[in-house]
């Protein structure tokens, strides 16, 4: 396996599968999640400066609101505990 895609399986791991209390870890994906949005895409080296690497290793993720599905998916995420993630940041694992 390459480091990049190690990389990206600790990123899935913390971003989709970890929770704390049925909820995710991170505080922002937390709140977008609860507002309907999907998890879009994982963009790496994306703030490269300083600050970025030392708190989140450089990563930033969008989150991205389909309007047709943002009540589902608040529903899904607050009562059952669902991320919806988009078909680009499960590729990340192939």
Do not use: P
Request: proline content about 0%; overall charge positive; hydrophobic content about 35%.
């Amino acid at each position: 396996m390459t480091d990049l895609h190690n990389s990206s399986l600790v990123v899935y791991r913390y971003l989709y599968i970890e929770k704390r209390r049925s909820n995710a870890l991170n505080s922002v994906a937390n709140f977008h999640l609860r507002n309907g949005a999907t998890l879009w895409r994982v963009n790496y080296m994306a703030n490269g400066t300083a600050k970025g690497l030392m708190e989140s290793c450089g990563i930033m993720v969008n989150y991205r609101y389909y309007l047709e599905h943002t009540v589902q998916n608040s529903q899904q995420y607050q009562q059952n505990h669902v991320i919806d993630v988009d078909d680009q940041v499960l590729k990340l694992l192939e």
